[in-house]
């Protein structure tokens, strides 16, 4: 049994008559206007020592872990949206329409455009949660509530030499507004062994395969 485990940073920034003002950032890029409401963090957990070996990883067990505090500026109804994503698969984020199918479609759903030329399946997108955040009338210009979590992703084994590991904020309120994402870190716990030849190179094929649409090395 191995721990794998990725961190994301802390992100505070202010919205001011339509223009965000970063207060503290860690790694997160802002996305080009219209889109310009949603916010991304990217890394990779590398695979490759175990991929040279032959083994194949096995995910048993994941979850996303914070403890600080989230906070969301504005009126009632203000909400943000956040999605952990871990894939075998990298994804475009220079692509507007990849950054906009994580909130409208997912990613790994039928319909969802999640590389610059092609789809990543349910197989690829190892683990996927999705958070809506919203302030109520309680907590209005303070702190939010979580009203809504999801859970998605294959788990399965993967011969990649890298998980791709992403975390997407996207705000959505009227006027100005502000926010602070704490520091979270991605973990799995996964088993390695080898798998009969045959298997590993159909796995090693369906990866190589949609690499090919896109790749970030």
């Known amino acids: 049994m191995k721990i794998l485990a990725k961190q ?4 505070s920034a202010l919205r001011t008559e339509g223009v965000w003002t970063v207060l503290l950032n860690n790694n997160w890029e802002q996305a080009p206007a219209p889109l310009d409401d949603i916010w991304y963090s990217s890394s990779y957990i590398d695979l490759k020592g175990l991929s040279m070996d032959g083994d ?44 906009n199918g994580v909130f ?65 904020v996207g705000v959505y309120a009227l006027g100005d507004t502000g926010m602070d994402i704490p520091p979270a870190r991605q973990l799995f716990e996964v088993e390695t062994k080898e798998e009969p030849e045959y298997q590993q190179l159909m796995r090693l094929k369906r990866s190589y395969e949609l690499q090919q649409s896109y790749d970030e090395d």
């Open 8 to 11: 994301h940073g802390f992100l």
């Open 56 to 99: 194949t990883v096995f995910p048993k067990a994941a979850t996303v872990q914070y403890a600080g505090r989230h906070a969301l500026a504005g009126a009632a109804g203000t909400s943000m949206v956040i999605h952990d994503i871990v894939t075998s698969i990298p994804l475009d984020t220079s692509d507007p329409d990849v950054l």
């Open 104 to 168: 409208t479609f997912g990613v790994g759903f039928s319909g969802a455009t999640a590389t610059a030329k092609g789809t990543l399946n349910f197989e690829h997108v190892v683990y996927g949660r999705s958070q809506r955040w919203a302030n109520d009338l309680d907590v209005a210009a303070s702190f939010p509530e979580m009203r809504e979590e999801v859970f998605y992703g294959s788990m399965q084994p993967t011969a990649s030499d890298r998980l791709y590991c992403y975390r997407f």
